[in-house]
């Protein structure tokens, strides 16, 4: 069976996880469960990096002990792991003995080749980065990534001859256009490759910080944590102590990454495996962020979305439907509830919500709950049908594959509308009042078997709403992306159950109320004027007064117009009004009409109107509004 193992970065202990993290994890389980439905055997990795001087020092605040610290963070991850419903095949922790173990043997077969070397160091040192940097790396004194004040620190240390493979990484990318993903990351990283390397600082002296993985070579250090935090990927699939686990996963097939860590990725640790002897991942793919009001959230700028208060308000598929639908894989993406709101409205309670109540709806008042068989001759609609129902799989997975996520939901999404549209065009509630039943059931049937199809198709993203979707539809078959290619799902017969509410509709306001949600005046009037609604001194630029006919005739070359002369006080104008249908001319003239008199001059078929009347139209007929008294013409009307 073909394998297939996907990363995520693991996390680091400081911080509870917020949309950002959730989001990386969310997309490595969707596209897990994506290749488990395609058949492969598949291994997710997620865990947590627990070493380094934050995590100490945070520990110390708290009194307690630094592991006591990342079981309590660990487990923060953990639960919201399973709260929003991901199945990874293991959490790895990077004080887990079996790791360890690995990345002392990792550094002393590196020390053993002469690959790493000890040196007088002399550099400025972030420590909420835990980076050195070198005089000229900083700006304005200041650490250039993430601009807090840096101390100057001279010691010996252990470095990694990266320089010495800079050549053979520059020579691997460029023949390898797979390896960095997207396209334009793979230039960056190259960009980054013309500026000679420098070795990598790859310890720290334990009089400093002792919360860390000790060299094998020297008990007086221990290693740089993205020494030991990169190893994991190897460690975990069993590298020199299962060798037979390590042979079926490594190559792993995606590391997926956030773009801030795409340099550590892209060149440390290609260059630690080539050291090590060890194959290259197949591809290290960079997503962008999520933003709030432009700026990237995160615990240091205070914007953090909290994803558990989300999953219990809304539910776990509906996030993950919104995290993956809403951010173009590799661009940045940005967050805000209202988006929230209308993408899962649209998309979820609109469209396929309505679509599987409707159906079941009417298999069960037309059928007796019991799914028809459809007529041998198909209709040119129902052909149609099939046209979107029989590529559907095919488009979703190569969507999948080239890491388009988004459009893959767009496909679904779009075949779901035109579904709606066929339930509307063949209008099977007609069909069930003219007694046509072999159209009724054809309609009823192929809807329920697209809808099969696209709950398939959906489980990656939704998994539970998507079970609740096929229980309803009764479909017994198995949840694989061969079994989408079957022309029938759900065959005649099949016990189809009227289901609650998919997606109930959410309500903007509602959700805020629960979440805590405070919004600022200037939001809110964006968003009121996204409803279409109009400011008081919109409303005022709308300038209305009443007019007195004076006389109305016909437009001599147009049925529906009638010419108006109206007396508005201090002046009279001509209107061109579309009442011919509603209005005699004759019964016109004397009535008091509502006119907006600001309005610009237009000609309407040859004719000049210098204004328009207001009439009301409830789509039967047309009425004229007038005031009822009898005011003076050129009367305001407020
Ligand atoms: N511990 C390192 C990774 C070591 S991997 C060998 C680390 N951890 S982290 O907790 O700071 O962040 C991990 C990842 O979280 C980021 O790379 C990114 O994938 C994700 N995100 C954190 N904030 C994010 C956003 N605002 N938006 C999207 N993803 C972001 O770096």
Same mark, same amino acid.
């Given at each position: 069976?073909?394998?297939?193992?996907?990363?995520?970065?693991?996390?680091?202990?400081?911080?509870?996880?917020?949309? !950002?993290?959730?989001?990386?994890?969310? =997309?490595?389980?969707?596209?897990?469960?994506?290749?488990? =439905?395609?058949?492969?055997?598949?291994? @997710?990795?997620?865990?947590?990096?627990?070493?380094?001087?934050?995590?100490?020092?945070?520990?110390?605040?708290? *009194?307690?002990?630094?592991? #006591?610290?990342?079981?309590?963070?660990?487990?923060?991850?953990?639960?919201?792991?399973?709260?929003?419903?991901?199945?990874?095949?293991?959490?790895?922790?990077?004080?887990?003995?079996?790791?360890? *173990?690995?990345?002392?043997?990792?550094?002393?077969?590196?020390?053993?080749? !002469?690959?790493?070397?000890?040196?007088?160091?002399?550099?400025?040192?972030?420590?909420?980065?835990?980076? @050195?940097?070198?005089?000229?790396?900083?700006?304005?004194?200041?650490?250039?990534?993430?601009?807090?004040?840096?101390?100057?620190?001279?010691? #010996?240390?252990?470095?990694?001859?990266?320089?010495?493979?800079?050549?053979?990484?520059?020579?691997?990318?460029?023949?390898?256009?797979? @390896?960095?993903?997207?396209?334009?990351?793979?230039?960056?990283?190259?960009?980054?490759?013309?500026?000679?390397?420098?070795?990598?600082?790859?310890?720290?002296?334990?009089?400093?910080?002792?919360?860390?993985?000790?060299?094998?070579?020297?008990?007086?250090?221990?290693?740089?944590?993205?020494?030991?935090?990169?190893?994991?990927?190897?460690?975990?699939?069993?590298?020199?102590?299962?060798?037979?686990?390590?042979?079926?996963?490594?190559?792993?097939?995606?590391?997926?990454?956030?773009?801030?860590?795409?340099?550590?990725?892209?060149?440390?640790?290609?260059?630690?495996?080539?050291?090590? *002897?060890?194959?290259?991942?197949?591809?290290?793919?960079?997503? !962008?962020?999520?933003?709030?009001?432009?700026?990237?959230?995160? &615990?240091?700028?205070?914007?953090?979305?909290?994803?558990?208060?989300?999953?219990?308000?809304? *539910? #776990?598929?509906?996030?993950?439907?919104?995290?993956?639908?809403?951010?173009?894989?590799?661009?940045?993406?940005?967050?805000?509830?209202?988006?929230?709101?209308?993408?899962?409205?649209?998309?979820?309670?609109?469209?396929?919500?309505?679509?599987?109540?409707?159906?079941?709806?009417?298999?069960?008042?037309?059928?007796?709950?019991?799914?028809?068989?459809?007529?041998?001759?198909?209709?040119?609609?129902?052909?149609?049908?099939?046209?979107?129902?029989?590529?559907?799989?095919?488009?979703?997975?190569?969507?999948?594959?080239?890491?388009?996520?988004?459009?893959?939901?767009?496909?679904?999404?779009?075949?779901?509308?035109?579904?709606?549209?066929?339930?509307?065009?063949?209008?099977?509630?007609?069909?069930?009042?003219?007694?046509?039943?072999?159209?009724?059931?054809?309609?009823?049937?192929?809807?329920?078997?697209?809808?099969?199809?696209?709950?398939?198709?959906?489980?990656?993203?939704?998994?539970?709403?998507?079970?609740?979707?096929?229980?309803?539809?009764?479909?017994?078959?198995?949840?694989?992306?061969?079994?989408?290619?079957?022309?029938?799902?759900?065959?005649?017969?099949?016990?189809?159950?009227?289901?609650?509410?998919?997606?109930?509709?959410?309500?903007?306001?509602? =959700?805020?109320?629960?979440?805590?949600?405070?919004?600022?005046?200037?939001?809110? &009037?964006?968003?009121? @004027?996204?409803?279409?609604?109009?400011?008081? #001194?919109?409303?005022?630029?709308?300038?209305?007064?009443? !007019?007195?006919?004076?006389?109305? &005739?016909?437009?001599?070359?147009?049925?529906?117009?009638?010419?108006?002369?109206?007396?508005?006080? &201090?002046?009279?104008?001509?209107?061109?009004?579309?009442?011919?249908?509603?209005?005699?001319?004759?019964?016109?003239?004397?009535?008091?009409?509502?006119?907006?008199?600001?309005?610009?001059?237009?000609?309407?078929?040859?004719?000049?109107?210098?204004?328009?009347?207001?009439?009301?139209?409830?789509?039967?007929?047309?009425?004229?509004?007038?005031?009822?008294?009898?005011?003076?013409?050129?009367?305001?009307?407020?």
């Amino acid at each position: 069976m073909e394998k297939f193992y996907i990363t995520t970065p693991i996390y680091y202990v400081n911080d509870k996880p917020h949309i !950002g993290h959730s989001y990386t994890t969310v =997309l490595a389980d969707v596209l897990a469960r994506y290749n488990r =439905l395609a058949g492969k055997d598949v291994f @997710f990795l997620t865990g947590t990096d627990e070493h380094g001087q934050k995590v100490a020092q945070s520990a110390e605040k708290s *009194g307690i002990t630094p592991k #006591e610290h990342c079981d309590i963070y660990a487990k923060r991850f953990k639960d919201m792991w399973d709260a929003l419903n991901l199945k990874y095949d293991k959490f790895i922790r990077t004080t887990d003995p079996e790791h360890i *173990g690995v990345v002392q043997k990792a550094l002393q077969k590196l020390f053993d080749n !002469g690959d790493i070397y000890k040196d007088n160091y002399v550099g400025w040192y972030c420590v909420p980065d835990e980076r @050195f940097w070198t005089e000229k790396d900083l700006i304005n004194g200041k650490c250039p990534e993430c601009e807090r004040p840096v101390t100057k620190i001279e010691e #010996e240390n252990y470095f990694f001859r990266m320089s010495k493979y800079q050549d053979w990484l520059i020579e691997y990318i460029q023949s390898n256009p797979e @390896f960095i993903q997207p396209d334009f990351r793979q230039n960056e990283v190259l960009g980054f490759l013309r500026k000679p390397l420098n070795d990598l600082c790859i310890s720290r002296p334990k009089q400093r910080l002792s919360w860390g993985v000790e060299l094998p070579f020297d008990t007086e250090y221990v290693t740089y944590v993205w020494v030991d935090a990169l190893i994991n990927y190897i460690s975990a699939v069993g590298l020199y102590f299962d060798q037979e686990k390590f042979n079926r996963w490594w190559p792993a097939d995606i590391h997926l990454i956030g773009k801030d860590i795409l340099t550590t990725h892209a060149v440390y640790w290609p260059i630690l495996l080539k050291a090590l *002897g060890i194959q290259m991942p197949r591809t290290i793919f960079a997503h !962008g962020w999520w933003m709030v009001d432009e700026r990237k959230m995160g &615990k240091s700028l205070g914007n953090a979305i909290d994803p558990e208060s989300l999953v219990k308000t809304i *539910g #776990e598929d509906r996030l993950r439907y919104y995290l993956i639908r809403d951010m173009v894989l590799g661009q940045d993406a940005s967050y805000s509830l209202s988006g929230l709101v209308s993408r899962l409205n649209n998309d979820l309670s609109n469209d396929l919500g309505n679509m599987l109540a409707r159906v079941t709806n009417m298999v069960s008042a037309y059928f007796d709950c019991k799914l028809p068989q459809p007529a041998q001759q198909l209709d040119t609609e129902t052909l149609k049908l099939h046209q979107v129902m029989d590529k559907l799989h095919k488009e979703v997975w190569e969507n999948v594959e080239s890491m388009k996520l988004h459009d893959a939901l767009e496909v679904l999404n779009s075949a779901i509308r035109a579904a709606n549209k066929y339930i509307e065009e063949t209008q099977p509630w007609q069909l069930a009042k003219e007694g046509d039943s072999d159209m009724l059931a054809t309609v009823l049937f192929t809807a329920t078997q697209l809808l099969a199809k696209v709950g398939i198709l959906l489980f990656p993203v939704i998994p539970q709403k998507s079970q609740e979707l096929l229980t309803a539809l009764d479909y017994q078959g198995e949840m694989s992306l061969s079994a989408c290619a079957k022309d029938t799902l759900v065959p005649p017969g099949a016990n189809i159950t009227k289901p609650p509410s998919l997606f109930p509709r959410l309500h903007l306001n509602d =959700l805020r109320k629960k979440l805590g949600v405070i919004i600022k005046p200037e939001e809110q &009037k964006q968003e009121r @004027f996204a409803e279409g609604l109009i400011t008081i #001194e919109q409303l005022s630029k709308v300038k209305l007064k009443v !007019g007195r006919i004076i006389s109305a &005739k016909k437009a001599a070359n147009a049925d529906k117009l009638l010419l108006l002369e109206v007396d508005l006080g &201090k002046e009279r104008r001509n209107l061109v009004a579309g009442i011919a249908q509603w209005y005699n001319p004759d019964e016109l003239a004397g009535k008091n009409i509502v006119v907006v008199t600001n309005l610009e001059p237009a000609t309407i078929r040859g004719h000049k109107s210098q204004g328009m009347l207001l009439a009301a139209d409830d789509g039967n007929s047309v009425s004229l509004l007038t005031v009822d008294k009898n005011v003076e013409p050129g009367s305001e009307v407020k």
